[in-house]
């Protein structure tokens, strides 16, 4: 894989905390990668300032200058002796100036916060992320407020059975990428594969009712024999432990989140693929809510003809 030289964060100008920013600055510093802090200021994030200055006291000055608040967050990050730019912009909307900045900017990996949660603490991704998620030229790490493990845990959830018409070659990018942050973290790397038996699939698609449909046990056996196999050729040149190999039957919507859950993952590698003529990406073998389910970060990483195979 390239070489991770220069990283992208998004800084929301409305936020108190910057968990990204955090996030972002370890990596650099593991990788020895520059950072570059931005900020797009739009007509909303000015609104949603505004507001929130109405209610603090007469005497508190109101934040003009995002530029020296950016300075703020570079100056303690530039102590460690690591090489960070900021720049502020003025556009709107958000999300086609952040892809905009993404594909101008020589960045290897963007990282970006998702804070937003519902009822039930999931988080709750905006139209900008799922925006970036479809448009994002380079790998995307979207970060929570949830701090890494000492030993972070890096899970790439791949689809060796290519089911749903995934390029080969993504998977080992998902991995690659997924192996150098654990390796630069001093992490954990596991991988994971989650599936429906292909026997199961095809009595649901003919019709079976889901009480009625029955498969043989030794059927479903040699599915995970094979399914596994195919995973150990994946890792052969990486190394990872046998127990880190993970092969789970369900629903990817709703059994991936819950084995992040279960292994305590800290970073989920994931694969994103553009269809040509649909203005939007599959997440692998998974679906949309996968994503907001994630009880850890994610990394959406793209094949390599992933940015030309967009609509536009």
Known sequence: MNAINNILVIVDPTAEKHPAVDKAAL????????LELFVCDTKASREVRLAAHAGKPADQPFLVSLKASLEDLARPIRARGLDVTT?????????AALIDRARRTTADLIVKDTHHHSLFKRTLLTNTDWELIRACPVPL??????????TPKVCAAVDPGHTNDKPAVLDNRIVDHAALLAKRLAGELHLLHVYLPVAIVAAAAAGSPPMAITVPAEDLARE??????????????????????HLEVGGPAAVLPRAA??????????????RSGLKRIFIGSTAEDVLERLPCDALIVKPPDFASALPF
């Open 27 to 34: 990596l650099a510093q593991q990788l020895g990668a520059r």
């Open 224 to 245: 995970a024999q094979q399914r596994r196999a195919m995973l150990q050729d994946l890792v052969s040149e990486y190394r990872v432990e046998p127990g880190n190999v």
């Open 261 to 274: 859950a279960e292994l305590r993952a800290d970073i989920v590698a994931m694969g994103a693929i553009s």
């Open 87 to 95: 720049e502020v912009e003025c556009a709107d909307p958000l999300h």
């Open 141 to 150: 790490l979207l970060t929570k407020t949830y701090p890494w493990a000492s």
